[in-house]
């Protein structure tokens, strides 16, 4: 059986800080199978050009030691169009069966690759590929495992829960049947083409940590929230989610932890008990899907 190709593809926007790291990442996978790795360059005006060139020159020349069977490293630059038509834009050009993207400030752990190049072979059914992800903060916080997956991930979980993984990886069978990204959302993107893969995919988590999330003063995850939150309300809308958000839910538990964890610790069945009985009287209020 010939190895299979993983296509990923990098949208970037004045990352030259950090993209290095994560070409790095992608361009050293070793293992049996093919990187096709794409990289859009969104109108950057800083030197990211400059660092996504460097490797390009690095590739052409036989000076990066190629690990795997063989690496097509392709880019382009235009516009500044936004990171979900770039991803959109670097997904339609892929070549593999097996798709990613992975933006320029976060970055892959050695050996990611060629555990899911295994997962997916031996599995020609499955559609999506979850695992472990690792936060790390540019403020010097140590890291931390986070955010920690549910294992048994569905769609029902996802509409109600909210999505409990970082990385993943996802057949081109899949996009084919449900469709790219939809370009009306700029900060939940990611989880609406979830939504739609999980109703009728097949999924699986693997233990292991896939990746590097990056926390840092300008990235849209520390900047943007209210308007994340925007976005996850639409998206409950469109498929039925809780009205009560689980992210509002997650936020009230972090600031009651001290109370919590102590409540926890004296009476575990009571705490269980009125967390299940909490839980479900918030499932219980739904959007209706129109």
């Known amino acids: ?19 290095g ?3 790095e990442s992608i361009l050293s996978q070793e293992g049996d ?17 400059e660092v996504i060139e460097k490797y390009d020159k690095l590739m052409k020349t036989g000076k990066y030691p190629i690990k795997c069977k063989e690496i097509s490293y392709r880019y382009w630059t235009r516009p500044n169009g936004g990171q979900t038509s770039a991803i959109n834009e670097g997904l339609k050009a892929a070549k593999g069966s097996v798709l990613a993207w992975m933006n320029s400030d976060d970055y892959y752990m050695p050996g990611v690759f060629e555990k899911v190049a295994k997962v997916f072979t031996d599995d020609a059914e499955l559609d999506f590929l979850y695992g472990d992800s690792l936060k790390i903060f540019e403020d010097g916080r140590p890291p931390k495992a ?5 294992p048994d991930e569905t769609f029902e979980s996802l509409r109600t829960r909210g999505n409990s993984f970082g990385f993943n990886f996802f057949s081109k069978k899949i996009i084919d049947k449900v469709g790219y990204l939809d370009e009306s959302f700029r900060y939940c993107m990611d989880l609406e083409l979830w939504h739609r893969i999980f109703q009728s995919g097949k999924v699986k988590y693997i233990p292991g940590t896939i990746g590097a999330f990056r926390v840092w003063e300008g990235s849209k995850t520390t900047t943007q929230q209210k308007k994340f939150a925007e976005e996850r309300r639409i998206i409950a809308e469109r498929y039925g989610g809780n009205i009560i958000s689980p992210h509002s839910i997650y936020a009230l538990r972090s600031r009651a932890a001290f109370t919590l964890n102590a409540f926890q610790r004296k009476t575990p069945h009571l705490y269980e008990t009125c967390k299940k009985a909490l839980y479900a009287a918030v499932d219980r209020l739904k959007y209706t899907v129109k």
Do not use: C, H, W
Not at 1 to 19: D, E, G, L
């Open 146 to 150: 986070e955010p920690k997956p549910r």
């Open 33 to 49: 199978f093919y990187i096709d790795y794409i990289i859009v360059n969104d109108g950057s005006t800083d030197n990211t050009l």
């Open 1 to 19: 059986m010939k190895p299979i190709t993983i296509s990923i593809v990098t949208p970037t926007y004045n990352q030259a800080r950090f993209i």
């Open 21 to 23: 790291q994560t070409v």
